[in-house]
C-alpha cells in the first residue's frame, strides 16, 4: 500500500485515513487518483468479507462504501461492524441512485451518501465532513427524505420527536434539495454553518431511526427495510 | 392521455398474505378494501361451502404475484450485491393475522350453522383438518416458487411444515373414513392399501417424473437467461456501442465527450434503476427530459431532485415551458458547470427552482435581452395564476422560482404577486 503523505488541514492533526470499498479495482484506481494526497488510503476491499477484515485490521476513520458488493451489498457490511467500530465513519458512494438503496444504506448506519460522479474536491470535502461527524446530504438524498417525510401531520398525532421534521430542518433539506452548499444554506437563513451541520445531522438520526409508519409505508412501497 | 393502459391481470400478492395472498390479491384488483374480500368468502361459505371452495380455486389457478424492481436492482439482487431483501411474507400485521383468524372462526361458526350440529361432530373436524393440512402445504409451494432462484433457502423449517401439513391431511382421512364406516381398523386398512398403491406407482414413474421436472426446469431457466441475454445486447447495442462509436470519433473534443459521455451515463441509469414507470408523462419526468435535451445542447449538467409528483394539465404544462425557459437561460448566459432543478409538488402549490452558481446579473440594472426572458417568464407565469421570482447578484449567480397554485381559486387577473422575499416581481422598471 502506498503511504503518500500530504500534510494538508486533517482532523485531529493527522492525515486521514480512508478505506476503499468497490468491487471495481478500475473505480478504486480512479477514486486513489483523485483523492491523491489529500488523505491516506490503508486499504482496498473488494468484496463484504474483505471490508469487514480491512475494517478490523486498520481501523480507518472513513470507509468509502460502495453500495452494491458482493456478499450482500454495503448494507451488509454496515450491520456487521458499524456497532462495533464507532469511531469508523461510512460514507455510502455508488452509481444507483434508487430511493431504496439510498434510504436503506443511510438507515444501516451510513453518514452520507455521494454518487459516483462527484468530483475529487467535493469527495474530499464530504470525507473530511464525515470524519468530522457531520453528515453529507446530496441534493438527491435532501429529495428523498422530503419525499419520505412528507405530509403535514398533526403535532399531537405523533408520539416522538423522531418521526417528523421541525419547519427549520425541512427548510434546510429543502435548501439542500435546491443545490445549496452548507455555506449558502447559512447564509440565506442568517445562521451559522455549525447549526446548518446540526440540523443536518438531527435529520440523518430522525432518518435512521424514526418508526414513523409513513416512512415505513414510503420504504415499503419501494421494498425495502 | 390516449396510450391504452396495458391489461391489467389478477395476481395473488405476495408482500401481505396471510394465507394464500388470495384475498388481498382480488382486493388489489378490484379496488376495494380487503376485509370485504374476507367477508364475502366467509358469507358465501353458506352455499354448499363454496366460499372455501373458490378460495381454494383461486389459490391454484391465480399465478403469485411478483414484485416489480428495476433491472438493474433485480440483477444486483440477484448477484448478490445487495442485501437480500426481509422476508417478502413478513409483511402482514398482527392485526390483519388476527382478523383473518376471527373470521376463520366465523366461518367454522357459520359451517356448523348451515350443516346441522349433528353432523358436524363426523364431518367438519376432519374438514377442518384437511384445508389447515392443504393450505400448509401449498403455502410452502408458493414459497417455494416465490425464492426460485435459492433453492438453499428452503432448508429443514420447509421440509418440517410440509411434513406436518401431510400428517395433518392423513389424520383429517382417518377420522373421516373412521366415522363414514367400519371403524378405525377399516381406516387403518384403507389407508395401507393406498399407501402400497402410491409407493408401486411411485417406483415405476419416479425416475420418469423427477427426469421430467428438471429437464423442464432447466429449459425454463435456460429460456428465462437467454431472452434476459438478448434484452440486455439490444439495448446495450442501441445506446452504449453506439455512445462508444461517437466518443472515439470525437476524441479530439473533451467537452463533447463529456456530453456524451454523461448523456449515456443517464439513460443507463434510468434503463437499470428508474422505477417501473406509469404511463403518461408526469411534471417530473417531462422536467427530467427537458433538462436531458438542454444538457446536450449546452452541455451543462442538469441535475434534477423532485419530490412529489402531479399530472400535467395546461397550467402544469406552462409551468414545464417556464421551468425549460429558465433552465435553457442558465444553460446559455450564467457559464455555470452545473445547474440544479428542484420540483416539489406540496398540497398547496406546485414550486420549481431553478439555481445556477454562474456569474450572476443585477437585477436593476438588466440588460435588454435578460430583462425580455423575465418578462415572459413572469408573464407567463401569471397567466396561468402563477409567479416566477428571478433572484440574481453578480457573482453570486441566478435562481429562479416558479409557482403554481394547486387549488384553484384564481382571480381573472391571476392574483397572487410575487413572493415577498423576490428581488423582482416583474415590475417594469
Do not use: C
Not at chain 2, 390516449?2 to 391489461?7: E, I, R
Amino acid at each position: 500500500m502506498t503511504t503518500p503523505t500530504g500534510g494538508t488541514s486533517a482532523v485531529g492533526g493527522h492525515d486521514l485515513t480512508v478505506l476503499l470499498v468497490d468491487d471495481h479495482a478500475m473505480f478504486r484506481t480512479g477514486v486513489r487518483a483523485e483523492l491523491g494526497s489529500a488523505v491516506r488510503i490503508v486499504a482496498e476491499a473488494g468484496d463484504v468479507d474483505e471490508a469487514i477484515a480491512a475494517v478490523e485490521t486498520y481501523r480507518p476513520d472513513v470507509v468509502l462504501l460502495d453500495v452494491h458488493l458482493p456478499g450482500g451489498g454495503g448494507a451488509e457490511v454496515l450491520r456487521r461492524v458499524a456497532t462495533r467500530h464507532p469511531e469508523t465513519k461510512f460514507l455510502a458512494l455508488s452509481v444507483s441512485d434508487a430511493a431504496e438503496d439510498v434510504i436503506g444504506v443511510i438507515r444501516a448506519g451510513a453518514r452520507g451518501y455521494v454518487t459516483k460522479n462527484i468530483t475529487g474536491d467535493e469527495l474530499i470535502d464530504a470525507i473530511r465532513r464525515v470524519a468530522g461527524g457531520d453528515a453529507v446530504f446530496s441534493p438527491r438524498l435532501a429529495g428523498f427524505v422530503l419525499d419520505a417525510f412528507a405530509g403535514t401531520i398533526e403535532v399531537a398525532q405523533v408520539d416522538s420527536d423522531l418521526d417528523r421534521l421541525t419547519e427549520r430542518e425541512r427548510e434546510v433539506m429543502r435548501l439542500i434539495a435546491r443545490g445549496y452548499a452548507y455555506k449558502e444554506v447559512a447564509k440565506e437563513l442568517f445562521i451559522s454553518v455549525k447549526t446548518v451541520e446540526t440540523h443536518v445531522s438531527s435529520v440523518l438520526r430522525k432518518l435512521q431511526l424514526s418508526s414513523r409508519h409513513e416512512l415505513t409505508r414510503w420504504a415499503n412501497d419501494r421494498r425495502l427495510i | 392521455m390516449t396510450a391504452t393502459p396495458p391489461v391489467r391481470r389478477l395476481y395473488r400478492s405476495p408482500s401481505s398474505r396471510v394465507l394464500g395472498g388470495v384475498a388481498q390479491g382480488l382486493a388489489d384488483h378490484l379496488g376495494v378494501p380487503v376485509l370485504w374480500v374476507r367477508l364475502a368468502f366467509v358469507v358465501t361459505t353458506v352455499f354448499q361451502l363454496a366460499g372455501v371452495l373458490a378460495y381454494a380455486a383461486f389459490w391454484i389457478f391465480v399465478p403469485l404475484g411478483t414484485a416489480e424492481t428495476s433491472p438493474g436492482l433485480a440483477s444486483a439482487t440477484r448477484r448478490g450485491l445487495r442485501s437480500e431483501e426481509k422476508d417478502t411474507d413478513a409483511a402482514p400485521s398482527n392485526r390483519y393475522t388476527l382478523q383473518t383468524a376471527a373470521l376463520v372462526v366465523l366461518g367454522i361458526g357459520v359451517v356448523w350453522f348451515v350443516v346441522g350440529s349433528n353432523r358436524v361432530s363426523s364431518l367438519l373436524f376432519p374438514a377442518v383438518l384437511a384445508i389447515a393440512g392443504f393450505a400448509l402445504i401449498w403455502r410452502q409451494a408458493d414459497d417455494t416458487s416465490l425464492r426460485r432462484w435459492v433453492w438453499e433457502t428452503s432448508g429443514w423449517q420447509a421440509v418440517l411444515r410440509t411434513a406436518a401439513g401431510t400428517l395433518l391431511v392423513l389424520i383429517a382421512y382417518g377420522v373421516f373414513v373412521a366415522q363414514l364406516g367400519g371403524g378405525l381398523g377399516s381406516a387403518a386398512q384403507l389407508l395401507a392399501a393406498l399407501v402400497v398403491a402410491l409407493a408401486g406407482a411411485g417406483l415405476l414413474l419416479g425416475p420418469w417424473v423427477v427426469r421430467l421436472v428438471t429437464a423442464l426446469a432447466e429449459e425454463r431457466r435456460e429460456r428465462v437467461r437467454s431472452q434476459e441475454r438478448a434484452d440486455v445486447a439490444a439495448h446495450l447495442h442501441d445506446s452504449v456501442l453506439q455512445t462508444l462509436a461517437l466518443l472515439q470519433k470525437n476524441a479530439s473534443d473533451p467537452a463533447l465527450v463529456a456530453t456524451l459521455a454523461r448523456r449515456q451515463e443517464r439513460e443507463l441509469r434510468d434503463w437499470l434503476y428508474a422505477e417501473p414507470s406509469h404511463d403518461g408523462t408526469t411534471l417530473r419526468k417531462g422536467l427530467v427530459a427537458d433538462a436531458a435535451e438542454i444538457e446536450t445542447t449546452y452541455r451543462v449538467p442538469i441535475e434534477v431532485v423532485g419530490v412529489g409528483d402531479t399530472d400535467p394539465d395546461a397550467d402544469v404544462d406552462a409551468l414545464r415551458a417556464a421551468a425549460r425557459e429558465a433552465m435553457t437561460n442558465a444553460a446559455k448566459h450564467s457559464g455555470a458547470d452545473r445547474i440544479d432543478v428542484y420540483a416539489e409538488v406540496g398540497g398547496a402549490e406546485v414550486e420549481v427552482f431553478v439555481r445556477d452558481r454562474g456569474r450572476g446579473f443585477d437585477p436593476t440594472q438588466v440588460p435588454e435581452d435578460r430583462l425580455g426572458i423575465r418578462r415572459s417568464l413572469v408573464a407567463r407565469m401569471e397567466r396561468h395564476g402563477g409567479s416566477a421570482v428571478v433572484r440574481s447578484a453578480p457573482g453570486e449567480g441566478t435562481e429562479v422560482r416558479l409557482a403554481l397554485p394547486l387549488v384553484r381559486d384564481r382571480s381573472p387577473n391571476g392574483g397572487r404577486d410575487g413572493a415577498p422575499e423576490g428581488a423582482d416581481g416583474g415590475a417594469d422598471r
